[in-house]
């Protein structure tokens, strides 16, 4: 073996490090292939989101009330370490989307009567 081979060796970056939750949400949301993945979590967490609306708003459950107040918090601490640290990026901009869903379909279910019954 020569000095260059060992050289090549010694300089080569290390792809062996796990990539971070941002990091794997950030390629969720850049690729296409991977879109659909994206809309069943969206889906989903939407749906759960719209429970807890509709729970606290309709049904006036205070359980309901306590959990979307806690997972309210969690959201604003998300938001403003994203505003600091570029790690957390992708990860706020995925609970937002999933706060809209859930926005859009507890009216969805409010304007076609689901809530209500």
């Known amino acids: 073996m020569n000095e260059d ?7 080569e970056p290390e792809d062996d ?14 690729e296409t292939s991977l879109l659909p993945i994206v809309v069943v979590v969206l889906g989903s967490g939407g749906a759960f989101g719209a429970a807890l609306l ?5 049904d006036r459950n205070p359980f309901a009330a306590a959990a979307l ?9 998300v938001c403003l370490r994203a505003r600091k640290e570029v790690r957390f990026r992708n990860i706020a901009l995925l609970i937002g989307m999933v706060w809209g869903a859930a926005v859009v379909l507890a009216g969805v ?4 009567g689901i809530a209500f019954s």
């Open 5 to 11: 081979e060992e050289d090549d060796r010694n300089t």
């Open 17 to 30: 490090e796990f990539p971070t939750v941002d990091d794997l949400i950030g390629t969720f949301l850049s």
């Open 54 to 58: 509709v729970l606290t708003a309709v």
């Open 69 to 77: 107040v806690l997972l309210a918090g969690m959201t604003v601490d």
């Open 109 to 112: 279910a409010a304007w076609s």
